[in-house]
């Protein structure tokens, strides 16, 4: 059954940029180890308004960042020292790990052009044993994940594995994370064999159980449901889900199963003991 419909709320990241933010919440937390999904756009920024909208260097421990796109461009930097511009598609897997500071620039001439920017970004959270790894970067183009169409349903599968198909990004524990196109009265039963699954409606309208559900929803199944979902409408669906890796603390960037190390991340931060980006290093987002 369905345990919780999930409506998402408005958050600003400053000149123009907003973003639906439907994880976390108090009534759910994290669903598997998601621990955070934004939705921003579509939004179209011209000129200087776009180069306003970048997101200065910031640090994160303890998760991966997952940043998707379904339009526009965003270069990443980050104190690895990679550069690495994501489009429509591709993905940017970023583990964070012991600690990592990276920025999002909207430098591209391209970035919002017509239809817009439009940007997923998920945060999974590490499991205890993996949570001071050493930081890491991985990009996948579109061309190598795993797409199948059949029966009115387009999905491509963005990390993890369902329905019998792999991801070749490397995850730290079991997951799933896929971007799903359904045409009106197509239907999808969310991959079996996890402890929590998840949908989140990003355009167009669904039904499920007897229910009617928007866009900028997310749909939260209990373990022993169906989790089947049908497309009143053209509509484009994130999937997700996977086994919970224990309780986590959130502040600002930081992910945790410990206070103290959170606190210890502020610390840092502050000192100026987190590298900056070799290639962004002149300006920074401070501690709030």
């Known amino acids: 059954m369905i345990e919780a419909i999930l409506g998402s709320r408005e958050a600003d990241l400053g000149h123009g940029l907003i973003v639906r933010r439907s994880l976390p919440q108090a009534q759910r937390r994290m669903v ?64 964070a790990g012991r600690g990592i500071s990276h920025s999002e620039r909207f430098e591209d001439p391209q970035a919002f052009a017509s239809p817009g920017l439009e940007l997923l970004q998920a945060w999974v959270a590490l499991p205890d044993e993996h949570e001071e790894t050493e930081p890491a970067f ?17 999905r491509r599968l963005i990390a993890g594995e369902a329905w019998g ?8 524990s079991p997951l799933f994370y896929m971007h799903t196109v359904m045409q009106t009265h197509a ?15 990003v355009h167009g309208a669904l039904d499920s159980e007897g229910r009617h559900i928007g866009p900028g929803s997310l749909i939260v199944f209990g373990p022993a449901s169906k989790a089947v979902i049908t497309a009143s409408e053209p509509s484009t669906v994130m999937l997700l889900g996977g086994e919970p890796v224990g309780p986590r603390f959130l502040w600002w960037n930081f992910v945790s199963s410990r206070k103290d190390r959170i606190e210890q991340a ?7 003991r987190m590298a900056l980006p070799p ?9 709030p």
């Open 165 to 172: 198909q792999r991801s070749p990004v490397h995850t730290h």
């Open 187 to 201: 239907h999808v039963a969310l991959p079996a064999g996890y402890s929590e699954r998840a949908a989140y409606v």
């Open 266 to 272: 502020k610390a840092d931060w502050q000192a100026g």
């Open 138 to 154: 991985a990009h996948h183009g579109v061309n190598s994940l795993p797409e199948t169409e059949e029966h009115g349903v387009w």
């Open 279 to 287: 290639g962004d290093n002149a300006e920074f987002i401070p501690l």
């Open 32 to 95: 598997g180890p998601f621990v955070f999904l934004d939705h921003a756009g579509p939004v179209t920024l011209q000129g200087p308004a776009a180069r306003q909208a970048d997101v200065r260097p910031h640090p994160h421990i303890g998760l991966s960042t997952v940043s998707y796109l379904l339009s526009g461009t965003v270069m990443h930097r980050d104190s690895l020292g990679i550069e690495q511009a994501i489009r429509p598609g591709d993905v940017n897997w970023m583990t």
